[in-house]
């Protein structure tokens, strides 16, 4: 929900504190954006439905309810099913980022990730229209899929 002064809210997700501290803290000074936070899946699911949010930077590796969890949560209800989702991970090989784009995420970005260059992702995301997140995130799924099986041969 953009607030008053129309900037974009963003929901972070993240059980790493310090880290947690960091991005609200840099999206905050650097981008145009109110920023909520989450210490877990759960809280993150919990806080979605309170602020809904523009736009959500999930974690993967949290206790209980983990990234692609929360984000098949969100996918699956009508009132967060389109929301521009995030994942902020430092698991890189092709297969998390499949499991990452099939459980919904819109991007799927490495950490570590440069303050400008988080915000600048989040933009982006939050700029697509509907029809073409869906249609990048078929031509991601496609392409990975594409390395995964060559992986294997």
Wanted: proline share 7%; net charge negative.
């Amino acid at each position: 929900m953009t607030d008053p002064e129309n900037r974009p809210t963003i929901l972070v997700v993240d059980d790493n504190e310090d880290l947690l501290a960091l991005i609200a803290e840099s999206l905050r000074k650097l981008g145009p954006f109110t920023v909520v936070t989450a210490s877990d899946g759960s809280e993150g699911l919990e806080r979605y439905f309170e602020v809904q949010p523009d736009c959500v930077v999930i974690d993967v590796k949290m206790p209980g309810l983990d990234g692609y969890q929360l984000m098949k949560a969100l996918r699956g209800d009508p009132d967060s099913c389109s929301t521009p989702l995030v994942i902020l991970s430092a698991m890189a090989q092709p297969k998390d980022q499949l499991a990452g784009f099939l459980s919904g995420a819109d991007e799927y970005v490495l950490k570590p990730i440069g303050p400008l260059d988080l915000v600048k992702v989040i933009s982006t995301v939050i700029g697509r229209s509907e029809a073409e997140r869906c249609r990048r995130q078929q031509a991601l799924l496609n392409d990975l899929a594409r390395q995964d099986g060559g992986d294997k041969g």
